[in-house]
């Protein structure tokens, strides 16, 4: 009996405001996060478009090189694409400034990452000779 003079009884229209008042409270703190996550969202976006002004850098590396050969100049003219030497199945990225340029030619150069020989990218002519030297 001592448990029964604890109980407190409300009325169904009581337990109905306290619980709507709950989901009330529930729905503002849930609007103040996603308020709060979308300011923060948006303070990254501000850091990350800031920090992807260009900067200079001082190549650190040598740069694996070779130049541009006739054979690469004929497959380029029947496939669009000129394959890497060292496995066919790879191709030489070539970019659509480069192509619009007269590109792949004499005088450019194809370069490849030292670390995956099948990583392999056209140097313009003008580009090479303005940024590179033979060691």
Same mark, same amino acid.
């Given at each position: 009996?001592?448990?029964?003079?604890?109980?407190?009884?409300?009325?169904? /229209?009581?337990?109905?405001?306290?619980?709507?008042?709950?989901?009330?409270?529930?729905?503002?703190?849930?609007?103040?996060?996603?308020?709060?996550?979308?300011?923060? /969202? *948006?303070?990254?976006?501000?850091?990350?478009?800031? =920090?992807?002004?260009? /900067?200079?850098?001082?190549?650190?590396?040598?740069?694996? =090189?070779?130049?541009?050969?006739? *054979?690469?100049?004929?497959?380029?003219?029947?496939?669009?694409?000129?394959?890497?030497?060292?496995?066919?199945?790879?191709?030489?990225? !070539?970019? #659509?400034?480069?192509?619009?340029?007269? *590109?792949?030619? !004499?005088?450019? =150069? !194809?370069?490849?990452?030292?670390?995956?020989?099948? #990583?392999?990218?056209?140097?313009?002519?003008?580009?090479?000779?303005?940024?590179?030297?033979? !060691?």
């Amino acid at each position: 009996m001592a448990t029964q003079k604890n109980q407190r009884y409300f009325p169904d /229209e009581w337990l109905c405001t306290f619980h709507a008042n709950i989901e009330t409270r529930k729905g503002r703190i849930a609007k103040k996060i996603n308020n709060a996550t979308h300011r923060a /969202e *948006s303070v990254e976006i501000q850091v990350n478009t800031s =920090m992807n002004e260009f /900067e200079k850098y001082r190549r650190t590396q040598v740069a694996e =090189m070779r130049p541009v050969t006739e *054979s690469d100049i004929k497959a380029y003219q029947v496939d669009k694409e000129i394959h890497s030497m060292r496995d066919t199945e790879f191709k030489v990225s !070539i970019s #659509d400034v480069d192509r619009k340029n007269g *590109s792949p030619k !004499i005088g450019d =150069m !194809i370069a490849r990452n030292p670390n995956n020989h099948n #990583d392999q990218w056209l140097v313009a002519e003008k580009y090479f000779n303005e940024n590179f030297e033979t !060691i």
